[in-house]
């Protein structure tokens, strides 16, 4: 790991790559590092240096006393407590006073997650870019301890029988495709990654009310003007649920999809319902699933992600009142709508030998994957439903700003995406790490980090990213709504492309691990 010793920095880690700041912005950014590190080190009057982890709900301060943070983190899920570790585990960033504001008892009581026994339901499938920043943060080795579960392959095709794909990681030279893990162990790991540091955080177990700046920053949508009890520079005061209040520099808006910080801030979004929900469930098989396998049906797809054991998980999309039916209907009718749905009876099973060898699209000869050589598999049979099941309306939303003066959205508080491709919280993860990099890049040059135009080149960063990703998932999903010929076959053209054509069938899979930008963004 890069320190700083003394006045001297000795490795910019927190910099771009070299290549992508001109060499004198570079230069000026070193200097810069090497002054504000050395203030940094020196006590600051203003810095809030409790390294409390749990404040009384009733009576965080003194009476009368609001405490005074550098950074509120209102919301301490996954996406808000990754935003904290990130903090804590960076030189620049360590020494800021965090509050993170949540009433989710988890944040307090622990999450109590237990290796054995049958995996939540609620899991997601992370990315190898989300696995490297939670080794760079610390987290990772707190996710290895528990129950997780790697996949090296996937396999995607559809009800037609017209097409499949088959990716493996070995096509890009990597190990793994991702990872899945249950939130639980995913929250609980950030937590014992952040309880191990001394990082100066306040856990506040309330919920965010009202959003006041005071009169000279005016303009983030307050609901009222001058804050009397907020300390010079510490412009936003936050008035909680139990009654307490608290004052921040920057309030970092990671509090989900009905975000009160956007709404009081007055960020507009873009976004519509897909009028289809998911029904989640964790369900056993009588073999070990290795394979993340995903079926597109008429009316939206269905996914079995391994999670260990004979254990997998299902994201099954449909239309809302299917979902109403399927979430109550006895075990042994859902078991068999889900078996039927992986393919046990439902369409045909596409086979290589009409997409490689003298099928319709076999004027494509490519330079063919290891993976491309793979037959068609069926997916193991589910034997047990080892869950409740739980249904979630799906939509999509998208901020069309995430930063204004002293206040930044961040994770599903700035945008969500449907689920057909398990990207929504890795989204959120890279967030996390764009936001925590750029107020490090601004304590390096000495910017006041809830200064607007700072927080903007996080915005910059991550919309482009994150408008990219949702495009790509909005036209799958379309793509898939529509069951007529000339689509079918043309979708199918696109199994087939993505599974004969290497360099594309690469790119797919790291753009889909995070890793690489779509050709036409980088
Ligand atoms: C069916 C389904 C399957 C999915 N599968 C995947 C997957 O495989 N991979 C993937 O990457 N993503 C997946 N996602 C998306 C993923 O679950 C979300 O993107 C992720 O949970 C967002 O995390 P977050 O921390 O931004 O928000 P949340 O998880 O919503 O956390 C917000 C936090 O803010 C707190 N909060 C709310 N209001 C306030 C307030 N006023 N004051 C204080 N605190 C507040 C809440 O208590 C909560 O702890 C899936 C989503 C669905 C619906």
């Known amino acids: 790991m890069e320190e700083v010793k003394g006045r001297q920095v000795t490795t910019l880690y927190l910099l771009p790559q070299k290549g992508k700041l001109p060499v004198a912005d570079r230069q000026l950014i070193e200097r810069k590092i090497a002054e504000n590190v050395y203030r940094l080190k020196a006590p600051k009057k203003n810095l809030c240096t409790d390294t409390t982890a749990k404040v009384p709900s009733s009576n965080p301060g003194q009476p009368g006393q609001v405490h005074q943070h550098d950074i509120a983190i209102v919301g301490g899920g996954m996406v808000g407590m990754a935003l904290a570790c990130s903090l804590a585990s960076m030189l620049l960033t360590k020494h800021l006073s965090v509050a993170i504001i949540d009433s989710n008892p988890a944040l307090f009581n622990g999450v109590g997650v237990k290796k054995e026994g049958t995996p939540d339901p609620r899991v997601s499938t992370v990315t190898p870019a989300t696995i490297s920043?939670?080794?760079?943060?610390?987290?990772?080795?707190?996710?290895?301890?528990?129950?997780?579960?790697?996949?090296?392959?996937?396999?995607?095709?559809?009800?037609?029988g017209l097409g499949y794909t088959r990716y493996n990681a070995r096509d890009v030279n990597k190990d793994v495709l991702g990872c899945v893990v249950e939130n639980r162990v995913l929250h609980s790991s950030l937590l014992s990654c952040i309880q191990s540091t001394d990082f100066p955080k306040t856990i506040y177990p309330s919920k965010l009310m009202t959003l006041h700046q005071n009169s000279s920053s005016m303009g983030v949508g307050s609901t009222s003007s001058a804050s009397p009890s907020c300390e010079r520079g510490h412009p936003v005061k936050l008035d909680l649920s139990d009654g307490s209040s608290l004052?921040?520099?920057?309030?970092?808006?990671?509090?989900?999809?009905?975000?009160?910080?956007?709404?009081?801030?007055?960020?507009?979004?873009t976004g519509w319902n897909y009028s289809q929900s998911a029904i989640i469930c964790t369900v056993e098989h009588s073999v070990e699933n290795h394979c993340a396998w995903q079926r597109f049906l008429p009316a939206g797809?269905?996914?079995?992600?391994?999670?260990?054991?004979?254990?997998s998980n299902?994201?099954?999309?449909?239309?809302?009142k299917e979902a109403a039916d399927r979430k109550v209907m006895n075990e042994g009718d859902f078991l068999k709508d889900v078996n039927y749905a992986l393919d046990y009876g439902y369409g045909p099973h596409p086979r290589s030998s009409t997409l490689g060898n003298g099928g319709i699209f076999s004027w494509l000869k490519p330079d063919v994957t290891l993976s491309a050589n793979e037959s068609f598999e069926v997916p193991p049979k589910v034997v047990k439903l080892a869950s409740e099941r739980m249904a979630f309306p799906l939509s999509?939303?998208?901020?069309?700003?995430?930063?204004?003066k002293h206040v930044v959205l961040i994770g599903d508080a700035a945008h969500t995406v449907h689920p057909l491709a398990g990207q929504g919280v890795n989204l959120g993860f890279g967030d996390a790490s764009s936001l925590s990099r750029v107020i490090a890049e601004g304590i390096?040059?000495?910017?006041?980090?809830?200064?607007?135009?700072?927080?903007?080149?996080?915005?910059?960063?991550?919309?482009?990213e994150n408008i990219a990703m949702m495009a790509v998932l909005d036209?799958?999903?379309?793509?898939?709504?529509?069951?007529?010929?000339?689509?079918?076959?043309?979708r199918a053209a696109a199994f087939h492309g993505a599974n004969y054509i290497s360099p594309l069938k690469r790119s797919i899979i790291s753009y889909a691990s995070g890793e690489q930008r779509l050709p036409i963004f980088s």
């Open 444 to 464: 390096a040059v000495g910017t006041d980090i809830g200064e607007v135009s700072l927080l903007k080149k996080y915005e910059a960063e991550r919309k482009l």
């Open 396 to 404: 999509l939303m998208h901020a069309n700003n995430y930063a204004s």
């Open 314 to 320: 299902i994201v099954w999309t449909m239309n809302p």
């Open 247 to 269: 004052c921040a520099k920057l309030v970092v808006g990671a509090d989900g999809s009905k975000s009160r910080v956007r709404e009081l801030a007055g960020f507009k979004t």
């Open 301 to 311: 797809p269905i996914a079995l992600l391994p999670v260990g054991d004979n254990f």
């Open 133 to 160: 920043f939670f080794k760079d943060i610390g987290a990772w080795k707190y996710v290895e301890d528990n129950r997780h579960a790697y996949f090296d392959k996937m396999q995607v095709w559809d009800y037609t």
């Open 475 to 490: 036209g799958i999903q379309k793509a898939y709504s529509v069951d007529f010929g000339p689509l079918n076959i043309l």
